[in-house]
């Protein structure tokens, strides 16, 4: 690599924008007050639906010099080598000594993102324990290879691009295989089908249908109630989302009770 990256001397601003997970668009639009509409995210070709783990969203950025950085959704918390960390959300405490036995990036930056689970760390914790044990699954995973021109555009571009669809993420199969390199479990596999429901009513019973309960309890005495579903198309590749016309929508049963109670 000709660009000579340093932690040390980088944007952290910057490098937060680039690596921030871009937000996922639910599978039927919402309205006023979150009522949900008619309107679905159109999905073309197969679609792999996995758990959605309602946690809170943390990166590992494995970076070119040999550092790595912690962050949660929004914000950077701790840096390798620091002695003080931004504990928030217990990020720091659960990640630090595993994202110190990652292997280095070798291609620009790799970022995995992981949804961190259980504890105190949201209202939902009981669903996946009864004991405040924590767990994490990984969800997906970005590689960011020409960081030279991404670090010389400003903060507002690089958030427009994030948001256009700009990070490459790796495919089913590739993420499949970081998963064990990196020694994380994957976000529960559900299925992959052809077509998903059109309707509100449809859906909200084909959620049910395909998630009764949670996958990744983390003991006997937890409750089990399954926050949702993120389905996604199959046609990630070495593009840009953007490029390659890959989908991704969430489908929560909060929002589908919601709608019902509303109509009821």
């Not at 993420?175 to 992959?192: C, D, H, M, N, V």
């Amino acid at each position: 690599m000709s660009y000579d990256f340093s932690l040390q001397s980088c944007d952290l601003n910057k490098l937060n924008s680039m690596t921030k997970y871009p937000s996922i668009p639910t599978y039927h639009a919402l309205g006023d007050k979150g009522a949900l509409l008619e309107q679905t995210v159109n999905f073309d070709g197969e679609v792999i639906l996995t758990e959605k783990v309602d946690g809170t969203n943390s990166r590992i950025i494995l970076l070119p010099d040999g550092n790595f950085v912690l962050g949660s959704r929004e914000e950077l918390l701790f840096a390798k080598g620091d002695l003080i960390g931004n504990p928030a959300l217990g990020i720091v405490d659960a990640l630090k000594k595993i994202a110190d036995s990652l292997p280095q990036s070798q291609n620009g930056i790799a970022v995995t993102y992981l949804e961190l689970y259980g504890g105190k760390i949201t209202g939902a914790s009981k669903q996946y324990t009864s004991q405040q044990t924590v767990g994490w699954r990984l969800f997906d995973v970005a590689v960011l290879t020409d960081i030279e021109t991404l670090f010389a555009q400003p903060i507002k571009q690089l958030a427009a691009w994030r948001d256009r669809g700009g990070q490459v993420f790796l495919d089913e199969m590739q993420l499949t295989q970081a998963s064990k390199e990196y020694g994380f479990a994957l976000t529960p596999r559900i299925a992959t089908v052809t077509s998903l429901p059109v309707t509100i009513q449809e859906t909200h019973e084909f959620l049910k249908t395909m998630l009764p309960q949670t996958n990744v309890a983390l003991d006997v005495g937890a409750r089990g109630q399954a926050e949702g579903i993120v389905a996604r198309t199959t046609s990630r590749s070495a593009m840009p989302a953007a490029v390659r016309g890959a989908t991704i929508a969430k489908l929560r049963f909060e929002d589908y009770e919601r709608h019902s109670k509303r109509r009821g």
